[in-house]
């Protein structure tokens, strides 16, 4: 075949176009706090403790920031979408009235001698466990969190734990006590039921993340360490499976999980994947894991519509019970949860699609017993 200058000005042209169009989106993903694409891929098709140990060399080598940055951090990482406030999940109200607010920069502690006074900076894996200002442990974003200053200081290095009677009592219902949970009978803090599976979730980082590191100085501590490998205590580790049961993953923790991956470069794998929680700590270690999302027929008597959609799509189940505890959750082709899982109440149905990006995306539909999951195409 003869050259041709045009023709082959074509053909670099399209390469050049196609090229460009995989820069775009990757950096698209990476704007929106994403992973890129094969973040998770060395975790593929692994289960139990060699699943655990593939998360951790994921996971481990992020980004350490400096102490006096998490003030500046937190207004990206914990920033109400309502008010702009501090998101401090020791006086959030979800289910009634927050007592108080706190404005970034202007309320930060100081002193304090009451709730209400100041936020500080607090280790939901007290700093004391792993012995003080110990990198990267110490400045962690993952589990640091903006926190009244007098309810932190009540939590001290207390671990979690849910509360018989208690001892005390802040204004959204956070408490401290003796512990009625099987297997541990000295004093806890117990948060509110609606970040319950945020601090689990959190715990399980820190147990993956920091596997090979001593998180256990203190006899108080969630963790065991022998051999140089850390444990959860076994009472900790069901305790929080049930958290994680009990308070689904939220749109407030996939924000948070992206904010941070914007400044450390590393994720929460257990809010990426929920089920990862079974998978590494739980009763499902024998399943193996796999970030491609695998889509099964709905059955007839479901109607999902309109697909393609511009943006809401419409969820209908002629037999549906609401016995069932059915929920719906939307991912992306990564596999990760974009939208939080929702419970399911009959009728016509609604999600709404992240307002980000067209695309492909993966509505989930499941219950106690079944999973389902249909692609959606957004234009």
């Given amino acids: 075949m003869p050259y041709h200058k045009t023709t082959a000005f074509f053909c670099f042209s399209r390469l050049f176009k196609m090229l460009l169009a995989v820069v775009l989106v990757s950096c698209f993903l ?3 706090g994403q992973p890129p694409a094969g973040y998770y891929t060395q975790a593929e098709n692994l289960c139990g403790n060699n699943l655990k140990n593939a998360l951790h060399n994921i996971i481990r080598n992020h980004n350490i920031v400096s102490y006096s ?15 702009g406030k501090v998101w401090d999940i020791y006086s959030d109200n979800p289910g009634g009235t927050t007592g108080y607010y ?3 920069g202007a309320d930060q502690c100081g002193s304090y001698s009451s ?3 100041c936020y500080n900076r607090e280790h939901s894996v007290p700093k004391s466990w792993f012995g003080g200002s110990v990198e990267p442990m110490y400045t962690d974003l993952f589990h640091l969190y903006p926190t009244d200053g007098f309810v932190n200081a009540k939590r001290s290095n207390l671990p979690f734990g849910t509360v018989g009677s208690a001892t005390w009592t802040s204004s959204n219902g956070s408490k401290t006590g003796i512990c009625s949970y099987e297997g541990y009978n000295d004093l806890v803090f117990e948060p509110v039921d609606s970040f319950k599976g945020d601090l689990a979730r959190t715990v399980f980082y820190m147990a993956v993340c920091y596997q090979n590191r001593n998180l256990a100085v203190e006899t108080q501590s969630m963790f065991a360490y022998s051999n140089g490998v850390c444990a959860i205590k076994p009472w900790a580790r069901k305790m929080l499976l049930e958290w994680c049961a009990l308070d689904p993953v939220s749109t407030k923790e996939i924000d948070r999980n992206n904010a941070v991956y914007q400044i450390q470069r590393n994720r929460n794998p257990f809010i990426d994947f929920p089920d990862l929680a079974d998978k590494v700590f739980g009763n499902d270690t024998n399943s193996l894991f796999t970030t491609g999302v695998e889509t099964r027929e709905i059955p007839a008597s479901w109607l999902v519509f309109p697909n393609p959609t511009t943006g809401t799509i419409k969820i209908h189940d002629a037999t549906y019970r609401q016995h069932d505890n059915v929920k719906v959750a ?13 419970v399911f109440t009959g009728g016509d149905f609604s999600v709404v699609l992240p307002e980000s990006a067209s695309g492909v995306y993966f509505l989930r539909i499941f219950s106690d017993n079944e999973t389902v999951v249909t692609k959606i195409l957004k234009q």
């Fill in 30 to 32: 990476e704007s929106a």
């Fill in 69 to 83: 940055s998490l003030w500046e951090h937190f207004q990206l990482t914990d920033k109400r979408a309502d008010n």
């Fill in 115 to 117: 709730e209400g006074d």
């Fill in 102 to 104: 706190y404005t970034f």
């Fill in 330 to 342: 939307v991912l992306d082709v990564f596999g990760n949860t974009v939208v939080a899982p929702k």
